[in-house]
């Protein structure tokens, strides 16, 4: 997946320094990102053996933030559009030809940015060479979905206190950016008289980070969203509380891949470093013979338990997953200073496969 987001890291910059931010303990959104399938033209729909069929697809991005569509395969050495027309009924039909163009590109290419306005235009050509069609022909039911990199950014602030008698803090903002995916984060644990997100210094406090692809009730989108773990940081002297990877040292090494400070080495034994050696760099045979004893607390969010072995999440129409952490503000003096402000921050890059449907091709018996 490619995580080329500058944009968005852009404007979320400008909300944060202009405070155009929503406060207490609500998370606000900003942002837009939509991606509209203008036209799907299958010509024609009725053929007879030995024929051919054209397929002419439009895309635009009608939000406000660049997106990557995928078009075709990155491990398949020719480009035959298949991230996008996922059946093409190969035991009916071959793809003879594809080609693809976008408003600023011209080039037939495996994945193309669509800036906002931005067009992709997709054409396919699909050759029915077999002779041997039966009496009651063949029905080749065609699929097409779409494949678009995203990213979604959220903070959180939040304010600890000595005693419930120190001033609290004016403001404390929370935001999001929009998306097919919603990134939400809410504090728990909070034994303070005004309630999250302010805490008292003797709380267990508590990150809620939940990840949701939108209900079709309430979004336009449909689809399946696709993503790995998503990265969290502690800001402003609070940390991560540690937590134990021993026996999910794979899954730690994908969360530890997106951690400021943690090496995902660092977390691997030779038997789960043998398991990820060809997606991590730097760990090959000769690291794995070295590795000794590894400690096994870390300070990793999310928890490595929460998470699959190969770190890849998969979010169906309206579901969503929570991962909880808790926070540590130790190394913070109260004496110095009786209250702390300090953020989290999430962000989860991830592909959003939008359905867009099937069209219907009849191959009929050609006849002597």
């Not at 509209?36 to 635009?60: C, D, H, K």
Request: net charge negative; hydrophobic share 30%; with cysteine.
């Amino acid at each position: 997946m490619s995580y080329r987001r500058s944009v968005i890291m852009v404007l979320f910059a400008a909300f944060v320094s202009t405070g155009c931010t929503g406060g207490g303990s609500s998370t606000d959104s900003f942002g837009n990102q939509a991606i509209n399938v203008e036209s799907i033209q299958v010509t024609p729909q009725e053929i007879s053996a030995g024929s051919n069929v054209r397929i002419r697809m439009s895309l635009s991005n009608v939000g406000e933030i660049p997106a990557e569509v995928q078009v075709g395969n990155e491990d398949a050495e020719e480009n035959k559009g298949s991230r996008i027309l996922s059946n093409a009924c190969p035991d009916i039909f071959e793809v003879t030809e594809f080609s693809a163009s976008t408003t600023n590109s011209s080039e037939t290419k495996k994945s193309y940015d669509l800036a906002p306005e931005y067009k992709a235009r997709l054409n396919w050509k699909l050759s029915q060479n077999s002779a041997d069609v039966p009496l009651n022909g063949y029905t080749c039911k065609l699929s097409f979905k779409v494949p678009f990199d995203y990213s979604v950014e959220a903070f959180r602030q939040i304010q600890i206190k000595e005693n419930p008698d120190v001033p609290g803090a004016e403001n404390l903002f929370a935001k999001s950016s929009k998306g097919p995916m919603k990134l939400t984060l809410e504090s728990i644990g909070s034994s303070s008289p005004s309630g999250t997100p302010v805490f008292l210094d003797d709380d267990s406090a508590e990150i809620l980070v939940q990840l949701e692809n939108k209900n079709p009730s309430k979004s336009s989108y449909t689809g399946t969203v696709e993503l790995g773990p998503p990265r969290l940081e502690a800001r402003g002297n609070l940390k991560f509380d540690e937590v134990n990877v021993s026996g999910n040292r794979q899954s730690a090494a994908y969360i530890a891949k997106y951690t400021d400070g943690v090496d995902a080495s660092s977390v691997l034994d030779s038997a789960s470093a043998e398991q990820v050696a060809e997606e991590f760099s730097g760990i090959n045979q000769q690291t794995i013979d070295k590795i000794g004893k590894k400690s096994d607390m870390f300070r990793l969010c999310p928890d490595p338990e929460s998470m699959p072995d190969d770190g890849s999440l998969l979010l169906y129409q309206g579901k969503s997953k929570i991962f909880r952490c808790g926070l540590d503000w130790s190394d913070h003096s109260f004496d110095i200073a009786p209250s702390l402000k300090a953020e989290i921050y999430a962000k989860a890059n991830y592909t959003y496969v939008k359905n867009v449907g099937r069209r219907t091709v009849n191959v009929r018996y050609r006849g002597n």
